[in-house]
């Protein structure tokens, strides 16, 4: 039996067991190569289901907005376990009202899981060995690719909408008394966004890539993504998600932690 | 915009003109705070290019206001505490020296000058170390000339 076959049997069994209210997965996309979110509450709904190396997105950015729906189940990859992780530290879902599918894929292995899956090949999110290219260019360089970069963004907030770790209720971008930061695609705005969207990321984000994926200006928010976790590996020794032990790390400190850049 | 400290804007028939940066100061109420204070009774001579906004703590900085400063005109921003260990809250500056850390790495990533923002402990009896950390800040934001990259570059109206 295929790891899709036993994924459609086990969701059919749980909405029959009434053990979930609703299983939360993947179905096929209306174009080839596209898997997309799908919440099935009725166990005819299972063979909907997909599994395949087209399941990419975060699922987890839908569970803190099924908080009072009942208990769910999960497909849950590598990158939407820690997510998992995430929201249970911070207290946006309840580790009882969730059942987690696994599904690992080469290396990377679900950190959360209430029931593993067999491996689905091709899950596996793309590192860059560019990064340390770009850093190695001048500050005039980074700065010129960068603003080019970030001058067309349409500060849609896809990126927002898309991210497991954007749950707030207010957003500070739609924050207006006072406003935070200027809403229009003013190059200053748009650095400022961007930055502080970085910066709400530390410690947090998960380099699923749902961002990058679901931006319409195809710009690439995961180079600075992977850049905030380099900063949080190499300060603070701290690895997103990977542990629901671990304190978050801008939300603790050491004594120790180091300040050279301080005068 | 230059009404005051903008001898940058004015043309000198004769003297060369030096660039006075403007610099926003983010000090916190116990130690920073109390260390220019003490800076200002003892008659230390230092710049008059910051302009100090009081904060509870330094955890009270929030890198939006930092950035923000920056947008709006400031050439650099300086941000002082109290040292480790000294916090009135106990761990508030700690918590942001955590903070400040991912923002200096993170601006420098995106090229701005590291000399732009400047973070400091300085304590309520360091006021000559107050005055050393504003003569320092105040060169090396000079060095670098105006601040332009985070500087909004949209009509004040179009908000």
Request: proline share 5%; hydrophobic share 40%; with cysteine.
């Amino acid at each position: 039996m295929s790891v899709e076959a036993k994924l459609r049997a086990r969701a059919r069994e749980l909405l029959e067991k009434k053990e979930v209210a609703a299983v939360l997965g993947y179905r096929a996309g209306t174009r080839a190569e596209v898997a997309v979110p799908v919440l099935i509450s009725e166990p005819g709904q299972a063979e909907t289901l997909v599994l395949n190396g087209y399941c990419l997105q975060n699922l987890a950015t839908y569970l803190p907005k099924l908080r009072r729906a009942g208990r769910i189940a999960v497909v849950a990859t590598h990158a939407t376990s820690r997510s998992i992780v995430n929201l249970l530290k911070e207290r946006q879902v309840e580790r009882d009202k969730l059942f987690v599918l696994g599904v690992p894929s080469g290396e990377l292995r679900p950190v959360i899981v209430d029931e593993m899956f067999d491996e689905v090949p091709g899950l596996s999110a793309k590192s860059d060995d560019a990064d340390s290219a770009f850093e190695a260019r001048s500050p005039q360089e980074r700065w010129d690719i960068l603003s080019a970069e970030l001058s067309r963004c349409i500060r849609c907030y896809a990126c927002r909408a898309a991210c497991p770790n954007c749950y707030c209720p207010t957003c500070f971008v739609d924050a207006s008394r006072p406003r935070r930061v200027g809403r229009t695609n003013d190059l200053s705005d748009n650095v400022i966004f961007h930055l502080m969207r970085a910066m709400h990321m530390a410690g947090r984000c998960v380099e699923c890539g749902a961002c990058a994926r679901a931006c319409p200006m195809e710009i690439d928010l995961a180079r600075i993504n992977r850049k905030v976790s380099r900063i949080v590996r190499e300060r603070f020794g701290a690895e997103s998600g990977m542990s629901l032990d671990d304190p978050l790390p801008l939300a603790a400190f050491d004594t120790e932690d180091k300040q050279e850049f301080i005068r | 915009m230059a009404t005051d400290a903008g001898t940058a804007d004015k043309p000198a028939a004769t003297e060369p003109v030096v660039f006075e940066p403007r610099i926003a100061a983010f000090l916190c109420n116990w130690c920073s705070y109390a260390g220019a204070d003490l800076a200002g009774i003892s008659r230390i001579q230092y710049p008059a290019s910051i302009r100090v906004i009081r904060v509870p703590c330094s955890g009270r900085v929030d890198p939006f206001h930092i950035l923000r400063a920056l947008q709006e005109g400031a050439d650099g921003v300086l941000v002082s505490g109290c040292h480790p260990g000294d916090c009135h809250y106990l761990s508030g500056n700690y918590v942001a020296r955590r903070r400040f850390a991912v923002l200096h790495d993170l601006l420098s990533f995106f090229g701005i000058e590291p000399g732009r923002v400047s973070f400091s402990w300085v304590s309520a009896a360091e006021g000559e170390r107050f005055a050393e950390v504003v003569r320092e800040v105040t060169e090396a934001v000079r060095k670098l000339g105006p601040s332009n990259r985070l500087a909004e570059c949209r009509s004040k109206d179009s908000v």
